[in-house]
């Protein structure tokens, strides 16, 4: 069946470091890829997605890109700031009618960002 | 838009009762659903519905019901409480665009059962 892994946490870095944040998926057909967050006591918010191969997703200076032949959607943001601390879910959906809607999650990632 | 509201925040239950948490959307949005999050588990489907009177299973649908009466709301109900739904209740909510659906979280319902 479908199902997403991504790297286990907890990922600490310190402010103004590189993220990188892995995420590779087994799907059959062309699934649509999503990064959701999770703000501490908060529900998930989408920070970005993308639809088809070779797309890349981009918000708040975060960018992932949807890469077919690795089955990859890896998460990349240039410079951490304290307020990205947060749990980082990769996520995927087929996308079409019923089911296929539904959205299957990896276990997540805790990224803490020091000062 | 209030977007996705769940009530009650945090519940205790205890085991052998029942309860229902309550979903409700203002975005007009036909698809619903209802997952559960635990720790190391990442979030997992438990029931979902494609549009008014139409429901069906996720990956953990035991132990819980789901009607859906109206295109708002989304009840998720515990029948019979056990220590193993304690967990964080999240309901969606979510509209097609092109075929991809982005979903939309409520705020979550923290439930222990003892």
């Known amino acids: 069946g479908d199902s997403v892994t991504q790297m286990e946490g907890p990922v600490t870095l310190s402010e103004e470091a590189f993220l990188t944040i892995n995420c590779t998926y087994t799907?059959?057909?062309?699934?649509?890829l999503f990064w959701y967050v999770q703000y501490p006591g908060e529900g998930l918010q989408l920070l970005l997605k993308?639809?088809?191969?070779?797309d890349k997703g981009s918000n708040k200076g975060f960018e992932a890109t949807y890469r077919k032949e690795t089955t990859s959607f890896h998460l990349e943001k240039g410079s951490v700031q304290v307020s990205d601390s947060a749990v980082y879910f990769c996520?995927?959906?087929?996308?079409?009618?019923?089911?296929?809607?539904?959205?299957?999650f990896g276990k997540g990632t805790k990224l803490s960002v020091k000062p | 838009n209030a977007g996705v509201t769940q009530t009650p925040k945090f519940q205790v239950l205890k085991t052998g009762q029942s309860m229902t948490l309550q979903c409700a959307q203002d975005?007009?949005?036909?698809?619903m659903s209802w997952y559960r999050q635990d720790p190391g588990m990442g979030l997992r489907l438990i029931h979902y519905?494609?549009?008014?009177?139409?429901?069906d299973q996720g990956e953990v649908p035991n132990g819980y019901n789901v009607s859906r009466s109206t295109t708002e709301d989304f009840p998720l109900r515990l029948l019979s409480a056990a220590p193993s739904q304690t967990s964080v209740y999240f309901c969606?909510?979510?509209?097609?665009?092109?075929?991809?659906?982005?979903?939309?979280f409520g705020p979550g319902t923290r439930l222990t059962v003892t």
């Open positions: 969606a909510s979510s509209y097609s665009e092109e075929r991809v659906y982005e979903q939309y």
């Open positions: 799907a059959t057909g062309y699934p649509s």
């Open positions: 993308a639809t088809k191969a070779d």
């Open positions: 996520a995927l959906s087929r996308g079409y009618g019923g089911s296929q809607g539904n959205l299957i």
């Open positions: 975005m007009n949005h036909e698809y």
């Open positions: 519905s494609v549009g008014a009177g139409i429901t």
